[in-house]
């Protein structure tokens, strides 16, 4: 019961793109998170979002643009990014209470 | 400091011995801490959590949390080659329900 899906898996984007990614969970969870994580560097807490509400914004550039339909879904909305943003992006969901959190498989983004 | 710190790696130990990998954080106030296993190229994977002074044990791993110290680690009994990857250390901040830190990481290789 681990499945939190991201789409697409591979992105590449020019920097005057518009581009979004993708995260769909149905496990009933109602915490999901934006991760950010550079090559041989751990996970950067982006955004957290708890019962559909933006809880947590680490002082993000608003170049990135997170958004929750509902409580499934999670995008991160994307525009005019710098190369030094390609990196992989994780989401992740969790139950309630302590804070367990699933990772996705992540969507690896490339900003040329 | 660092809200999260674990012990620098690389680490290698020969198969069939104990991994032994530590962590500590900042904040007193964290009652939740997480391992995660991350092979090269792909998201963590949760391994272990927990919440209580004391050991905790499954399967090959254990975890040990001393709160007054401020220390958790992990210890992997019986080492595998499958086991060679970064482990990252993670904390629930404080008295945060959401906001989920990871350490730097500890690279570990099981040499055959």
């Known amino acids: 019961d681990t499945e939190v899906t991201q789409t697409p898996k591979h992105l590449v984007m020019g920097m005057t793109n518009k581009k979004s990614l993708k995260c769909e969970q149905h496990?009933?969870?109602?915490?999901m998170y934006w991760y950010k994580q550079k090559a041989k560097k751990p996970p950067e807490l982006m955004f957290v979002?708890?019962?559909?509400?933006?809880?947590i914004n680490e002082s993000v550039p608003s170049r990135f643009s997170p958004e929750c339909p509902n409580s499934s879904l999670l995008n991160l909305h994307l525009h005019a990014l710098q190369p030094e943003d390609s990196a992989l992006y994780l989401c992740?969901?969790?139950?309630?209470?302590?804070?367990?959190?699933?990772f996705g498989e992540g969507s690896w983004l490339t900003v040329v | 400091q660092k809200e999260v710190e674990q012990n620098s790696g690389p680490l290698s130990v020969p198969e069939g011995a104990i991994a032994s990998l530590n962590c500590t954080y900042s904040?007193?106030?964290?009652?939740?801490f997480f391992w995660y296993r991350q092979y090269s190229g792909k998201s963590p994977e949760l391994i272990m959590f927990?919440?209580?002074?004391g050991d905790k044990e499954d399967g090959r791993f254990t975890a040990q949390l001393n709160k007054a110290s401020q220390y958790v680690s992990l210890l992997i009994r019986d080492s595998q080659p499958s086991d060679s990857a970064t482990y990252l250390c993670?904390?629930?901040?404080?008295?945060?329900?959401?906001?989920?830190?990871f350490g730097p990481g500890t690279s570990l290789s099981v040499i055959p």
């Open positions: 992740a969901s969790s139950r309630p209470g302590r804070n367990t959190i699933y």
């Open positions: 496990m009933g969870h109602r915490a």
């Open positions: 979002y708890s019962y559909e509400k933006l809880s």
């Open positions: 904040d007193r106030g964290s009652q939740s």
């Open positions: 927990i919440y209580s002074n």
């Open positions: 993670a904390v629930l901040v404080g008295t945060s329900y959401d906001k989920v830190i």
